[in-house]
């Protein structure tokens, strides 16, 4: 197929997209091309195409596309017949997850938890958590945060701060208190104790709390993160006051952060954690509700799916918990990440007019841009140089980095070059504008 063949397939490809597909569509909007193979770090379109991937399907590929190991263990369980749907019953392949799982991920962290499938999505995990923490403690209100993002369906909406998410529910979304998340009125203001004011004082219109929900790193909200010390103080404000704590790591846990669950290094024992993206292993629907045991109070059946029972996600989910059998993979995850760390406080240093703010942790990083447009324009540059990277915050104000763990260093150096050159061309743009003003 000649070049010009490939270009308008490719456009007559585009224009189904555009004719049949619901304009709901977002990120197609941003990547305009079709893409038609993938392997590890990098994607090619229907036009032979090669694209450094620096957004990981949002989090779901940690472990790249396509994974060599993990598909193995697939293809096998598929040439052997093996079960793929299976609603909630018991199957050899569940069986050998919540083992590997209870063994390889939780005895060594001394952490204990009944594990709830409740369905294939990030925000049925986060559904489930808010109502098991109301029917445990009896209340109904649910402490969250300031630009926190925990899902698109209504329980999980209304626990979101986005205010453009929030009206696409169009109706009221209640039972929630916001609380200023860590740092939001900057590094002198302690809102661990601006929330324990108003939880203990009768008068401030605040009830008790059947849960606290927290991110401890707002990956769409805009790569803020909280402290040790934050997280631990709101984690014993929680214990004192019988208030359950959630954290939600269904896009930090994983490794993103470096650590298996984001809230590794702070020592901290949340009552639930919410589990998805890459829990799957390969980019297969899979979500899980961790739940001290004594929390597990659960009807049968009160709380189900038809999807819970992924039993591919299972055997990929599996495979890939064996990257975490060691620290191995943990340590090389945090050696890039410093690598990222080092290149974006230079690009912020080398191009000062840009007024950029190097945000995030771990595998998940970028520059929060003054001018919210800019973060948008240098995705758009990088995507001209095959990078594929996206925007967060409430006003799509940051550039975010968060390639799969597995990206080979040579393909990180190159993505990370092709990023350099963007942010050249965003600020010669920039200086060529002030100049014509």
Request: hydrophobic letters at 40%; aromatic letters at 8%.
């Amino acid at each position: 197929m000649t070049q010009t063949m490939k270009e308008t397939a490719e456009m007559t490809s585009l224009h189904v997209f555009e004719e049949l597909e619901s304009e709901v569509r977002s990120y197609c909007r941003s990547f305009r091309t079709v893409f038609s193979k993938a392997s590890n770090d990098k994607l090619w379109d229907v036009a032979g195409r090669e694209y450094i991937d620096f957004f990981a399907g949002a989090g779901a590929l940690n472990y790249g596309h396509n994974n060599e190991r993990i598909r193995q263990k697939l293809v096998q369980y598929l040439l052997e017949d093996g079960i793929t749907h299976s609603l909630d019953m018991a199957t050899k392949a569940k069986e050998d997850f919540l083992i590997r799982f209870q063994e390889v991920i939780l005895k060594p962290r001394g952490l204990q938890y009944k594990v709830m499938f409740p369905g294939p999505t990030g925000t049925n995990a986060v559904e489930s958590a808010m109502k098991i923490a109301r029917k445990v403690t009896g209340r109904e209100t649910v402490l969250c945060f300031t630009n926190a993002f925990h899902g698109m369906s209504l329980g999980s909406l209304s626990v979101t701060g986005n205010k453009f998410k929030r009206k696409g529910a169009g109706v009221a979304l209640n039972h929630s208190v916001f609380m200023p998340y860590d740092g939001y009125f900057g590094v002198d203001t302690d809102t661990v104790a601006y929330m324990e004011k108003l939880l203990d004082d009768p008068g401030s219109g605040v009830p008790l709390p059947a849960a606290v929900i927290v991110e401890t790193v707002q990956g769409e909200g805009g790569l803020n993160v909280a402290s040790v010390p934050w997280l631990k103080r709101l984690e014993k404000l929680c214990d004192q006051r019988g208030i359950l704590l959630i954290i939600d790591d269904v896009q930090m846990g994983c490794g993103r952060t470096g650590t298996f669950f984001s809230f590794d290094e702070a020592g901290i024992r949340p009552d639930i954690v919410c589990l998805s993206k890459s829990i799957g292993g390969y980019g297969l629907p899979m979500a899980l509700t961790l739940i001290k045991p004594e929390l597990d109070v659960w009807a049968p059946g009160e709380h189900n799916g038809t999807f819970r029972g992924n039993n591919l996600a299972f055997i990929a989910a599996t495979e890939a918990l064996s990257y975490w059998e060691t620290d191995a993979f943990s340590v090389e995850v945090i050696r890039k990440a410093k690598r990222v760390r080092t290149f974006l406080e230079e690009q912020v240093k080398l191009y000062p007019q840009l007024q950029g703010e190097v945000r995030g942790k771990g595998f998940i990083q970028g520059i929060a841009f003054a001018d919210a447009k800019k973060a948008g324009l240098l995705c758009e540059a990088a995507f001209k140089r095959r990078v594929i990277m996206e925007t967060s915050g409430p006003d799509s104000e940051v550039a975010k980095l968060m390639p799969p763990l597995t990206i080979d260093h040579e393909v990180l150096d190159l993505g990370l070059q092709r990023v350099s050159d963007s942010m050249k061309e965003l600020a010669a743009s920039i200086s060529s504008q002030e100049k014509g003003a």
